[in-house]
């Protein structure tokens, strides 16, 4: 059974910073972490960023400069640094990731900037 795991989160001031952990279990083979989304209250899901195996990255307009996705393929995980926090940043954060076409979705993990 595909179980997708998030960690990390937790309530920060503006400005500083969190580190989420992003693990799958499945196919070592086929099993692919794909990246982050986020969704803030009344608002739909969102991309934050993505990776692909080979560690090319996509990221939101909203978070470039601040935010970076990487993986340790070896622990089949996948992590998002997030600096310079926001308060626009609130959100809960999901990992999504792929096996045979098939979308998982971990339970997410609350992010919550505010002073």
């Known amino acids: 059974q595909v179980r997708v795991v998030e960690s990390g989160g937790g309530v920060v001031q503006p400005g500083g910073s969190l580190r989420l952990s992003c693990t799958a279990s499945g196919n070592i083979f086929t099993m692919k972490i794909r990246g982050w989304y986020r969704q803030a209250p009344g608002k739909e899901r969102e991309l934050v960023a993505t990776?692909?195996?080979?560690?090319?990255?996509v990221y939101a307009d909203s978070v470039k400069g601040r935010f970076t996705i990487s993986r340790d393929n070896a622990k089949k995980t996948v992590y998002l640094q997030m600096n310079s926090l926001k308060p626009e940043d609130t959100a809960v954060y999901y990992c999504?990731?792929?096996?045979?076409?098939?979308?998982?979705w971990g339970q997410g993990t609350q992010v919550t900037v505010s002073s």
């Open positions: 990776i692909t195996s080979g560690g090319s990255t």
């Open positions: 999504n990731a792929n096996e045979l076409g098939i979308d998982y």
